[in-house]
């Protein structure tokens, strides 16, 4: 895609890329899945999505502003399945660096130790982090580490080169549906920041806040939040 649009300025590069995943993904899915549901951020909602069987929730491009922005590669395409109200399959797709990520690969699962100073990595995002992020951060002596994509963030705790992935505020279900599902195939853990289970296909797909991280962090993540949430 970027190939395309050398020499633009970065809203239009950002633009093109949103619009040329947009349509091939809506143009493979017409051809494959033509009977199916779609949710995506670049186009309109059908709210017929709601009394479907089978719905795609769809980031076309996920960190337009960092795809803007070459060489970063922190940006990603998001698709997930969702079928009777789960994540059934999903992919992330980081082209840049270039790898995918998906619910039908056997997951390799990353060390369990921190970084070498013995902070936890924490990503945050890099232009909406969380307003507590610094309180979370001394609660569980991490380290905060901004991001682009919720792809790219996710598949960076999925392959050990961080701890844990938190955001609040600012989020839809199609930013988080494609990590999510692939987190969940690999065992690692998803929730909301109140440990409540990440919902999706729902008439307001606004989904603002979710923890991803490796199992055996999410009771000291979850304890961590609710202190701060009771603080107020």
């Known amino acids: 895609m970027r190939a395309r649009c050398v020499g633009t300025d970065p809203a239009k590069l950002g633009a093109a890329g949103d619009r040329e995943a947009q349509a091939l993904i809506a143009r493979l899915l017409h051809e494959h899945r033509p009977g199916d549901a779609v949710l995506s951020e670049e186009a309109p909602d059908d709210p017929a999505r709601l009394d479907a069987d089978r719905v795609w929730i769809i980031d076309p491009l996920d960190g337009t502003r960092e795809f803007a922005d070459p060489p970063r590669g922190d940006w990603a395409v998001q698709v997930a399945l969702w079928e009777k109200d789960r994540l059934t399959a999903g992919a992330v797709a980081l082209p840049a660096r270039p790898l995918v990520l998906s619910t039908g690969q056997h997951p390799q699962h990353p060390p ?53 992935y938190v955001h609040a505020g600012g989020q839809h279900e199609w930013d988080s549906a494609g990590p999510v599902a692939v987190a969940q195939a690999w065992g690692f853990h998803t929730s909301r920041l109140d440990g409540s289970p990440l919902t999706y296909n729902r008439p307001d797909p606004l989904l603002p806040d979710l923890i991803v991280c490796r199992t055996e962090l999410a009771p000291r993540v979850l304890t961590a939040c609710a202190q701060i949430s009771q603080r107020g």
């Open 112 to 164: 369990t130790s921190p970084s070498q100073d013995g902070l936890l990595r924490m990503l945050v995002s890099r232009t909406r982090p969380p307003p507590f992020a610094g309180q979370l951060a001394d609660l569980l002596g991490a380290q905060v580490i901004p991001q682009g994509s919720a792809g790219a963030k996710t598949a960076d705790i999925l392959l050990g080169a961080a701890d844990l």
